[in-house]
């Protein structure tokens, strides 16, 4: 998936005269409150502090990834699009700076987290999205998104798998959330997966190319998914 995206990022640089150029892009790590605001709620991730907003600004325009291996960076576009993608962080780089320049491009709008409340909407309006495109599946949730969950398990048969250890073996709204190794067996067993965008900067996104239908949420994949023909959830993003 990396390889096709990298493929395009260096297309779009080259259609659009950008190759030559000397741009800065920084990415740079916000603050929770940046972030997401001040949500009612405290148990989404980053309010707990295991992952972080990577935000990457390009021509006034912002592009933001969630990583769990942060920092700052500079570089030249070129650079960017050229970078060796083997850690969360340099992953993390290049999907914010790819969502920051496609923003600017006027490619694709949702690169921005969404703040305050809009989390628990969020997971309002994934229920009405899943029943009016799938009816009444048996899904597969891929991250511990708490409202997304509490919401999706007033509605469906669901499963959830997640990598944070904190999250692992505990019951959240009903739903038994297991580690990862559980991943495969929910997939066979589902009609609908719904997924973490995170997956494309963590570098376990190849798995959910498969014969059913994957959902992914959320700003960080915004301009992987449209650039790679995936279906991507995120009504309340900037």
């Known amino acids: ?5 990298r493929k395009e990022f260096i297309k779009m640089i080259s259609d659009n005269g950008l190759e030559g150029e000397e741009v800065i892009v920084r990415a740079a790590t916000l603050s929770t409150e940046q972030a997401i605001g001040n949500p009612d709620d405290k148990d989404y991730p980053i309010v707990k502090g295991e992952e972080r ?11 933001q990834a969630f990583t769990d291996m942060y920092g700052n960076f500079s570089g030249r576009l070129a650079d960017i699009a050229a970078l060796d993608l083997k850690n969360n962080f340099r992953r993390a780089v290049f999907i914010s700076s790819l969502n920051a320049v496609m923003r600017h491009l006027g490619l694709i709008n949702q690169t921005v987290h969404c703040k305050d409340n809009q989390p628990r909407e969020c997971g309002y309006e994934l229920v009405k999205y899943v029943e009016k495109n799938y009816g009444q599946p048996k899904v597969a949730m891929v991250g511990f998104q708490p409202r997304m969950v509490e919401a999706l398990a007033k509605q469906f048969e669901l499963r959830v798998t997640d990598m944070d250890k904190d999250n692992i073996g505990q019951e959240k709204f009903g739903v038994r959330i297991d580690d990862p190794t559980h991943t495969e067996e929910n997939l066979n067993w589902c009609d609908i997966a719904v997924v973490t965008g995170t997956t494309i900067v963590n570098d376990t996104i190849d798995q959910f190319r498969i014969n059913k239908p994957v959902v992914f ?17 995120c009504p309340f993003g900037s």
């Open 217 to 233: 949420y959320g700003i960080t994949i915004s301009g992987a998914a449209k650039l790679a023909g995936l279906d991507c959830f």
């Open 1 to 5: 998936m990396h390889d096709i995206i």
């Open 53 to 63: 907003l990577m935000q990457a600004e390009f021509r006034g325009s912002r592009g």
